[in-house]
């Protein structure tokens, strides 16, 4: 075995503290140093210079497209390749040919992802609506910048907006584009970015512009009066909740429903489907139906097809004899992607800053910034206007006395003292003299300076017509609002997506296909549920909580069986226990608040299991008032998810119950007090945003702090709390009544 080599003596080492060797060495470097160095250099990345869009309604990766595309005289002109473009494109945005390509893709108007493309497109660009179908490489498709995009380049040369250099300095790109509508509310924009994320709907055009107009005219007005809803190219329908629709306005978060159009075609007993949903595919469809068919959950399809064509998409499912297609069509409405939501996060850039915001703070920034450009294009337009007026007022000063002029141009001996003399004779500077000197000699006669002369008047009302605009606020305002009405002629286009204002229910089906067998259901303080089988139950008992989490209700049920679970924004929401996957104890459970969509903010306080719902419920408020509401008001014919205004909003709820049979029970407050009273005392209401009675009269600061039923209670002597009449102030509890753990704590 041959011996290695020993180094030799006074060879030459390489000292590079930078090679570690052939081992990897761990590096030892505190959180903070590496959470500054490394993460986050690259997560301010992500979100301001790639997936968070601008003002402008553009991401860097759009602004560079399109002024690439502009620069290259596409617009009005022929298409060229888009292997051009991209090849182009990769001067501002060195970040691969593929990507570039992928954002064409999207901006075209091919590939149907925007209300008004960007991209007027020639070749397979794929749909918007499949999951499948593939682009056209970029050698075999052509491409030119669609109209519309001749109103963000309008001012890109009159310094409405600033321009930095290039990743290698080598030209100049602009930081925004000077959109003259709100194209951050007409093109829909979606990006994920490092801890956030942005998700913008569109709006029809013309009901942005006429929200802007609106919103410039006056900042308080009713922003739904005029932008209806969102709009969407995919077409359907949109399922109108004001209350949603609402929030989102003024929040900028919130969801909304979307579901497909269809028709049924009555001779041949078959349903065609021609718009579904923006944020669902053909295949998704597609593969949903024939997953319920396979299991037997639908019966009443035959066969199911895709038939998109060019003339538009179409899914066509055929029936079997005796089929109700409206019943069916509900049906897969709740269980397919034919209705799919919609989340909103309207999170913008703003200087640089991420913002979530609702429509009206979009509206306010869009109108600053783009009163800002339309000044700095009138200081452009102004300064010319100075320059011009500037030189027309040497020559006025020198047609007036042309001869002197000639005289002075024939003495000069040099041609460089022409200038200084004519400086000198007319007591002008430099750039006029020049300008002078340089006018042609069959240009000095009567009728050039006449015209020159009027010329200098017209210039003169001009500058001061633009001074006093951009001294004025109001007149450009009322220069936005004529360039809104403009858009709004030239490209407004009808929506493509319905309202339906007549919200259809969700038929209850009664639920045929779904398996009914024993659960039991274990809920917890914070609102983590689990749904356990008597078999795991028995296998594994001990249930697992978060920590300072702990178990709150608990109920032997079916699988059918439905759930009413109240929040502290007086809603109710149902849902059914087929709903949850079956759980086992070791896990945490599904926490409610996320599985039934709450509003942000929103949170847990009670729930109840209604069986029949016979019976009523009890509602226990801080200000002493128990309600008792009839449990069958919050019985629906259809499977509503959300009932609002659940109970009373005049004092917080401190805690409900199911009241089956009339039963003692106990209440007390923060100053120590208790009574007993019995529920028979208490008239149900049909109503359920009933105050109720007052139970417990309470002094000034203390309020009612919790209620349960008297066996579930340590009170040993129940005499003394009971109440003969009520409302009663209660007595003191006693040391021997409050059992190990405080009544607070029941």
């Known amino acids: ?103 064409m893709v999207r901006l075209s108007r091919g590939y149907g992802a925007l209300l008004h493309p960007l991209v007027d497109s020639k070749g397979n660009f794929g749909k918007v609506y499949s999951r499948d179908m593939a682009w056209a490489a970029p050698r075999y498709t052509e491409v030119r910048l669609d109209p519309i995009c001749a109103e963000f380049f309008r001012d890109i040369d009159q310094d409405a907006v600033d321009f930095v250099p290039n990743y290698d300095g080598t030209m100049a790109e602009p930081t925004l584009l000077p959109t003259t509508f709100p194209n951050v509310l007409v093109s829909s924009n979606m990006g994920i970015a490092v801890g956030m994320a942005s ?313 045929e296909d779904v398996p009914d067998y024993p659960v039991n259901v274990f809920l917890s303080k914070e609102g983590y549920f689990k749904k356990i089988t008597p078999q795991s139950l028995r296998m594994s008992s001990e249930q697992k909580y978060k920590e300072g989490d702990g178990a709150y209700l608990q109920w032997e049920c079916t699988n059918r069986d439905e759930l009413l679970v109240f929040t502290d924004r007086q809603q109710c929401y149902k849902t059914r226990m087929s709903d949850f996957e079956d759980a086992k104890a070791s896990v945490l459970g599904d926490y409610l608040p996320t599985k039934l969509g709450f509003d942000e903010g929103e949170s847990f306080l009670w729930a109840c299991v209604p069986g029949d719902y016979s019976g009523n419920l009890l509602f226990f408020f801080e200000n002493g008032k128990v309600a008792r509401v009839e449990l069958a008001g919050y019985q629906t014919q259809t499977r509503r998810k959300r009932l609002t205004g659940a109970y009373s909003d005049k004092s917080p709820l401190v805690r409900g119950f199911l009241l089956r049979e009339d039963m003692e029970m106990a209440v007390w407050s923060t100053e120590g007090r208790c009574l007993i009273f019995h529920t028979a005392a208490l008239n149900p209401k049909t109503t359920r945003t009933t105050q109720g009675v007052a139970v417990m009269t309470l002094k000034p600061k203390y309020k009612v702090e919790g209620a349960a039923p008297l066996d579930q209670t340590p009170i040993q002597n129940a005499a003394r709390y009971r109440a003969r009449s009520l409302p009663v102030s209660g007595a003191l509890l006693k040391e021997e009544d409050r059992g190990e753990e405080q009544m607070s704590l029941l």
């Open 1 to 103: 075995m041959a011996k290695k080599k020993a180094p030799q003596e006074g060879g030459k080492r390489v000292d590079d503290s930078n090679v570690l060797g052939l081992h990897a060495e761990v590096l030892e470097q505190p959180i903070t140093q590496t959470l500054e160095i490394n993460y986050m250099p690259y997560a301010m990345s992500v979100i301001v210079s790639r997936a968070i869009p601008e003002i402008d309604g553009f991401k860097p990766s759009h602004r560079k497209l399109l002024y690439t595309m502009y620069q290259m005289k596409l617009l009005g002109g022929n298409r060229t390749k888009s292997a051009n473009v991209v090849g182009a494109t990769m001067k501002l945005n060195p970040h691969g040919d593929a990507a570039i390509y992928d954002t």
């Open 199 to 511: 998700n913008i709907c569109g709006f029809n055009l013309a009901e942005v512009c006429d929200t802007t107009a609106a919103y410039l005219k006056n900042p308080n007005c009713d922003l739904m009066a005029t932008l209806k809803a969102p709009d969407f190219p995919t077409g359907g329908e949109l399922l109108y909740d004001e209350r949603e629709l609402s929030a989102i306005y003024e929040t900028g978060r919130g969801s909304f429903k979307v579901q497909a159009r269809w028709r049924y075609v009555k001779e041949e007993n078959l349903i065609e489907i021609y718009e579904i949903p923006y944020s669902t595919t053909v295949e998704a469809i597609m593969d949903k139906v024939s997953e319920l068919v396979k299991n037997g959950k639908v019966k009443e399809i035959s066969d199911m097809r895709d038939e998109t064509d060019l003339s538009g998409l179409k899914l066509t499912m055929d029936l079997k004899r005796g089929t109700d297609p409206d019943k069916l069509m509900a049906k897969l409405f709740r269980m397919t992607p034919l209705r799919d939501s919609f989340s909103c996060n309207f999170n913008i850039l703003i200087a640089g800053m991420p913002r979530v915001m609702g429509v009206r703070q979009i509206l306010e920034e869009w109108t600053a910034w783009r009163m800002e450009s339309i000044r700095r294009r009138t200081y452009f337009v102004l300064g010319k206007r100075r320059e011009k007026l500037h030189l027309l007022q040497g020559l006025q000063k020198i047609l007036l006395d042309i001869d002197k002029a000639i005289k002075i141009i024939r003495e000069t001996e040099e041609d460089a003292e022409v200038v200084p003399n004519l400086m000198i004779g007319f007591g002008i500077d430099e750039v006029q003299a020049e300008y002078v000197a340089d006018i042609k000699l069959r240009n000095i006669n009567k009728e050039y300076i006449l015209k020159r002369t009027r010329e200098t008047e017209d210039l003169e009302k001009e500058i001061a017509d633009l001074q006093d605009l951009v001294d004025s606020p109001g007149r450009i305002k009322k220069t936005i609002v004529a360039e809104l009405a403009a858009v709004k002629k030239k490209y407004a286009a009808p929506r493509r997506t319905g309202l339906l204002y007549d919200l259809p229910e969700e038929t209850d089906d009664g639920g």
